[in-house]
């Protein structure tokens, strides 16, 4: 499917784990610019990791050290893995494959780290 679709959500503990996946198409999936954001309810979207165009990856300063991104080109599947989870990681997470303007983005899975 052109869309691509998120799991991996939940509610956690802060100081817990969390692996949100996000499954693409293959036509799409061969575009490098691809990543996370996320959006807190009466907030703007903002970025939280992504590749870049060169494949090399850039994170938000708030989750620098807890945070990683990963690809698996053999399942069209991109990866954000969030350990250490505080409460003001709580918020919707969207997957990006593409620019922001052009790209395709997901429906979201929802994040929650109670305190």
């Known amino acids: 499917q052109v869309q691509p679709v998120e799991s991996g959500g939940g509610l956690v503990q802060a100081g817990g784990s969390l692996r949100l996946s996000c499954v693409a198409s293959g036509s799409i999936f061969s575009i490098n610019y691809m990543g996370w954001y996320r959006q807190a309810p009466g907030k703007q979207r903002e970025l939280v990791a992504r590749f870049t165009s060169g494949g090399t990856t850039i994170f938000a300063d708030s989750v620098k050290g807890r945070f990683t991104i990963s690809r698996d080109n053999a399942k069209n599947t991109l990866y954000l893995q969030m350990n250490s989870l505080k409460p003001e990681d709580t918020a919707v997470y969207y997957c990006?494959?593409?620019?922001?303007?052009?790209?395709?983005w997901g429906q979201g899975t929802q994040v929650t780290v109670s305190s």
């Open positions: 990006l494959v593409g620019t922001p303007t052009t790209g395709y």
